[in-house]
């Protein structure tokens, strides 16, 4: 026996003074693994449980959960969210219609921060407005004597103060002014899209390519309204009074919360349902011309004509929430079709306007606004941030425009239905457009359009429509619909 093993270790000892040292290394390698997949494969038995079993499940990578309260799947609802509304009170008396108009009592949550505590003249605080808060005195803060902006600094310790107050239950934090109109269903459906428990920062930036040029291209503009995650907030709230240090010479609140967040290593996601409104004057061009995406707040409606003709700025918004009231998923969302027999080209913003253009004319221009607007500073061209078209005179390109009234439900084929009717205001004033077959649309006074009462508009999902007209009648039918497969916008 003893023999047997000399000659058998004899014979390897010549065979491995012929490997190579690296051939060597692969064989002790391959032996080696070899030995610990028999082992782990064995009935042993681990202190875990069965190893065995253990290794022939699926590889999954298993994350640890995150320790914030919020972290649960249900679906974010309107009461997830936190609103910061920034005011003064020498601005509040002249502003209150603007967030009064979609604010829900005992629904939705949030402060109105004050620069100071209101006096007698404010109470009884009305249960309809958002409570109040004032913000914490700043100047107890090393760095205020070298504050170039101590009121933006206090708007954007606003945040600060909130995340303080300790309220339970909540996925985001949404800052915006009060001179600022919010579209809340459509907020909290764009909002549930994202994780609330990841870093997430949400707004816009100017209409204007000035306003964007002289602080930030990448800063979500506090007017419009910018929303942060509940993980971010309670990230960057301790952090704040730090980052204002490291900031103390920036003269907008905005700027210094994407400073602060971009340190943090989050940027701004873009969203084109949030409105800066760097305007000036008349903005129905922009509004019937809306982003196909949900509307979420318009902002600046103390610099801007109102919205609606022969009404005042207060009588504006509250049209504009009656519609808003009845279906937000098509609010201002922009849909077109054509009457071929009369070669009309329709062009819907729901519960704002309706053009009618004597002529086909194809979704590719139709979409950019018409400039009736005008920059929020003179400068060179480029101005906006967009594509637009100038209000022509000429009477193939020019619309024939009715503003948004009224809605009544209605049963269209057993189906309930929503209709909303829009009635000319003044004439277009312009001869028929003679290249299109001289079919003028003067007589049109009232436009009705048809859309669905129980099904909303998906986000992003651009609908089609149907035109009925009978010649010689004041009142054209538009039935919107979901566009069929292939179907063409010309």
């Known amino acids: ?143 205020y004597p070298k504050l170039v902006s101590p009121i933006q600094v206090r708007i954007y310790r606003s945040i600060w103060d909130t995340f303080k107050l300790g309220a339970k239950d909540v996925r985001w934090y949404v800052m915006l002014d009060d001179d600022s109109l919010l579209f809340v269903d459509n907020l909290v459906e764009v909002l549930s899209k994202y994780d609330h428990t990841k870093y997430h920062y949400l707004g816009t930036n100017s209409e204007c390519v000035k306003s964007n040029f002289d602080f930030s291209f990448e800063m979500g503009f506090g007017g419009a309204g910018y929303a942060l995650s509940y993980s971010l907030v309670e990230a960057v709230a301790p952090r704040i009074d730090a980052c204002i240090e490291r900031y103390p010479y920036l003269h907008v609140s905005d700027q210094l919360s994407s400073s602060c967040l971009a340190d943090l290593r989050v940027d701004l996601t873009l969203n084109k349902g949030f409105h800066q409104v760097d305007l000036h004057g008349d903005i129905s061009g922009l509004l019937s011309s809306h982003p196909n995406t949900p509307a979420l707040t318009l902002h600046h409606f103390q610099t801007i004509d109102p919205i609606f003709p022969n009404m005042n700025r207060t009588e504006s918004v509250n049209r504009l929430m009656k519609a808003a009231k009845t279906d937000q998923s098509r609010l201002l969302q922009q849909t077109i079709c054509y009457h071929r027999e009369t070669n009309w080209s329709f062009s819907i913003s729901w519960g704002y306007s309706a053009h009618i253009y004597e002529n086909i004319i194809p979704r590719s221009v139709l979409k950019r606004p018409i400039e009736t607007f005008r920059p929020w500073q003179k400068t060179r061209p480029p101005i906006f941030m967009f594509n637009t078209r100038w209000p022509f005179g000429d009477p193939c390109q020019a619309p024939h425009v009715f503003f948004f009234d009224s809605l009544i439900d209605h049963v269209v084929e057993g189906n309930q239905a929503v209709v909303a009717a829009y009635n000319r205001t003044s004439p277009r004033n312009l001869t028929s457009c003679s290249s299109s077959g001289n079919h003028s649309a003067d007589s049109i006074s009232n436009i009705q359009v048809f859309s669905p009462a129980t099904t909303r508009k998906e986000g992003g999902r651009i609908e089609c429509c149907d035109v009925r007209y009978a010649a010689g009648t004041n009142t054209a039918d538009v039935k919107i619909r979901a566009c069929m497969n292939d179907e063409i916008i010309a």
């Open 1 to 143: 026996m003893s023999s047997t093993n000399a000659i058998n270790f004899g014979s390897l000892q010549q065979r491995f003074q012929h490997l190579s040292l690296s051939t060597l290394c692969k064989s002790i390698a391959i032996t080696s693994l070899s030995l610990i997949l028999i082992y782990a494969f064995s009935n042993y038995n681990h202190p875990y449980g069965n190893y065995s079993s253990y290794l022939s499940m699926p590889f999954e990578l298993k994350w640890t959960a995150s320790n914030s309260p919020n972290n649960t799947n249900s679906p974010t609802n309107i009461s997830h969210i936190m609103f910061v509304i920034v005011s003064s009170l020498s601005t509040w008396k002249h502003r209150k219609a603007y967030v009064d108009a979609w604010w829900r009592e005992n629904v939705t949550r949030g402060n109105l921060f004050f620069d100071e505590a209101p006096n007698g003249d404010f109470h009884p605080w009305p249960s309809s407005s958002p409570p109040f808060q004032v913000n914490e005195d700043i100047r107890k803060l090393k760095i």
